[in-house]
C-alpha cells in the first residue's frame, strides 16, 4: 500500500466536522492580528509627531533590496501551498528524481520554502547591519526604534515558521507512515506561513512605500 492509500485510509471522521487543531490556529492567529494591529498603530502614532524625521530617516532605507527580500517572501508562500496540496494528497515526499518537479512531495516543496524563508531572514540581518553602520540603530532616535521593533518582531514570527518547517520535514524523515494527523500539522504551519507573509506586505508597504 501507498503513503496516499495509508494516508485516505486514516483520513476518518465526518468531512463537516471541523479540525480542531486547524480552528486553535486560526484563532491563535486572530490574537496575532491584534498585536501587529498594535505595532501598526505605534508606529503612525510616533510617525504623526516627528514627520521631519521620518522624512530623514526613511532616505536610509534600500527599497530596491527590500523589495527583492519581499518578493523572496511570497515566491515561498507559493512554494509552500504547493507542499500543502501535496500534503492534503498524502505524498509526503517525491516518488521519481529529485529533478523531477512534478514527483516532489510536501517535503521537498517545504525545504524549498524554509530555504526562501531562510534567505529572506538572512538579507534581514544583512538590513540591519547596514543600516546601522550608517548610524541608524535602535536606540539612535524615535524612528530607529519603531522601525527595529516592527520589523525585528516579525522577523521572530518568520524564524518561528523556519523551526515549524523543520520540525514537519522532520517528521516525514522519522514517521513510518503518514497520517492524516501529519498533514494537518503541515497544513496548518502553511496558515501560519501565509499569515506572516500577509503582514510582512502591510509592512513593507508601510515602512518602505508610504514611508
Known amino acids: 500500500m501507498s503513503d496516499a492509500d ?3 485510509a486514516t483520513a476518518h471522521g465526518p468531512a463537516t466536522r471541523p479540525n480542531m487543531v486547524a480552528v486553535g490556529t486560526m484563532v491563535w492567529l486572530g490574537s496575532e492580528i491584534m498585536f501587529f494591529a498594535g505595532l501598526f498603530a505605534m508606529y503612525f502614532t510616533i510617525r504623526s509627531v516627528s514627520p521631519d524625521m521620518w522624512a530623514d530617516r526613511t532616505e536610509y532605507l534600500d527599497i530596491t533590496f527590500a523589495s527583492i527580500n519581499t518578493m523572496i517572501l511570497v515566491i515561498s508562500s507559493v512554494w509552500c501551498q504547493l507542499g500543502v496540496w501535496q ?5 509526503p515526499h517525491r516518488t521519481g528524481s529529485l529533478l ?6 510536501m517535503r521537498e516543496w517545504y525545504v524549498l520554502t524554509y530555504l526562501f524563508g531562510a534567505t529572506f531572514i538572512a538579507g534581514q540581518v544583512w538590513e540591519y547591519a547596514t543600516l546601522t553602520s550608517e548610524g541608524l540603530t535602535p536606540t539612535a532616535d524615535s524612528y530607529g ?3 527595529y521593533i ?4 516579525h ?5 518561528g515558521g523556519l523551526l515549524a518547517f523543520l520540525l514537519i520535514i522532520g517528521r516525514s524523515f522519522t514517521a513510518k507512515r503518514y497520517t492524516h494527523a501529519q498533514a494537518t500539522g503541515a497544513v496548518v504551519t502553511s496558515y501560519y506561513w501565509h499569515f506572516v ?3 510582512w506586505i502591510a509592512l513593507f508597504a508601510v515602512i518602505y512605500l508610504v514611508g
Open 6 to 8: 495509508r494516508f485516505h
Open 150 to 153: 516592527t520589523t525585528g518582531f
Open 87 to 91: 500534503a492534503e494528497r498524502g505524498i
Open 100 to 105: 523531477n518537479v512534478k514527483s516532489w512531495g
Open 197 to 199: 507573509d500577509v503582514v
Open 155 to 159: 522577523g521572530l514570527h518568520v524564524t
Open 145 to 147: 526604534s519603531v522601525f
